[in-house]
């Protein structure tokens, strides 16, 4: 998906993401591994985050959905919970 719109659009660069909701950060860790630059958020840490190495950007916290200018300058916002994710997706 993420390489047809490069094509399409004729970038270069890996898009940016992040991913709200991210449990236990394996998609977070898939991603960056194959060069996507992002993170993953979610109000609970995990202890298998301490397993991914540096590459893998995790981090504990909330973000509020009324903030208009959340994440202006990442290309895609991923939610796999959509149904907790709502306001925020």
């Not at 590459?55 to 796999?80: H, M, R, Y």
């Amino acid at each position: 998906l993420w390489e047809e719109e490069r094509a399409e659009l004729g970038l270069t660069a890996k898009q940016s993401f992040i991913d709200l909701g991210c449990g236990n950060g394996l998609l977070v860790h898939i991603l960056s591994t194959e060069g996507h630059p992002g993170r993953g958020i979610d109000v609970r840490r995990r202890k298998i985050w301490d397993m991914y190495g540096p590459q893998t950007c995790l981090e504990e916290g909330a973000i509020t959905p009324s903030d208009k200018t959340l994440f202006p300058d990442v290309d895609w916002l991923i939610g796999n919970h959509s149904d907790e994710l709502t306001p925020w997706v």
